[in-house]
T-cell receptor, first 114, second 114 residues
Framework: NAGVTQTPKFQVLKTGQSMTLQCAQD?????MSWYRQDPGMGLRLIHY???????DQGEVPNGYNVSRSTTEDFPLRLLSAAPSQTSVYFC?????????????FGSGTQLSVL | AQSVAQPEDQVNVAEGNPLTVKCTYS??????LFWYVQYPNRGLQFLLK??????LVKGSYGFEAEFNKSQTSFHLKKPSALVSDSALYFC????????????FGRGTSLIVHP
């Protein structure tokens, strides 16, 4: 099993450009989520999904869109990149068996917006 | 709302000495608590979790955590630190209901000196 796969690993954008961060998992997990990691701020939840066709906003959703057309994939779209979106982005997945389930994380995407 | 706090941004310890990384929590009802570790340039990995039962939880890589209800704490411990334990450690708590997508603390950087 590959687990949670994120692409690309690194990306540099200019202000105003758009792009999609890809996330795929092969564990048949219902729950998927996107976090951003910034120094001194830990992990902050951007968007999450509890199943195909269902998404919801997290703590910091502005400037990002998501969709969940399949169980496996959960892409994160930056509509018009801003320097404030420079961060490391992590995708995670888990089963829906309850609060005791652990998260599985991808290896991250380091994004710089100039 | 469920939350966790990590009061220390950084912990320094000499190799061979015991280490403690602190986490306090604020939850309604019975807490479910997690520790994750992030090695440099990697995604987060699950270390251990507390659900119910024994207050001392054992996890991966020789780590353990002590749940203390009266002090609302869930400190991560290891009897003898290794240089390879140097990493970023996150405490996390899932919400009481709904999505079970957890909230993370700000993280504590553990530095083990040779």
């Amino acid at each position: 099993n590959a687990g949670v796969t994120q692409t690309p690993k690194f990306q540099v954008l200019k202000t105003g450009q758009s792009m999609t961060l890809q996330c795929a998992q092969d564990m048949n997990h219902e729950y998927m989520s996107w976090y951003r990691q910034d120094p001194g701020m830990g992990l902050r939840l951007i968007h999450y999904s509890v199943g195909a066709g269902i998404t919801d906003q997290g703590e910091v959703p502005n400037g990002y869109n998501v969709s969940r057309s399949t169980t496996e994939d959960f892409p994160l779209r930056l509509l018009s990149a801003a320097p404030s979106q420079t961060s490391v982005y992590f995708c995670a997945s888990s089963s829906n068996r309850g609060r005791s389930e652990k998260l599985f994380f991808g290896s991250g995407t380091q994004l710089s917006v100039l | 709302a469920q939350s966790v706090a990590q009061p220390e941004d950084q912990v320094n310890v000499a190799e061979g000495n015991p280490l403690t990384v602190k986490c306090t929590y604020s939850v309604s009802g019975n807490p479910y608590l997690f520790w994750y570790v992030q090695y440099p340039n990697r995604g987060l990995q699950f270390l251990l979790k507390y659900i119910t039962g024994d207050n001392l939880v054992k996890g991966s890589y020789g780590f353990e955590a002590e749940f203390n209800k009266s002090q609302t704490s869930f400190h991560l411990k290891k009897p003898s630190a290794l240089v390879s334990d140097s990493a970023l450690y996150f405490c996390a708590v899932p919400p009481a209901g709904g999505s079970y997508i957890p909230t993370f603390g700000r993280g504590t950087s553990l530095i083990v000196h040779p």
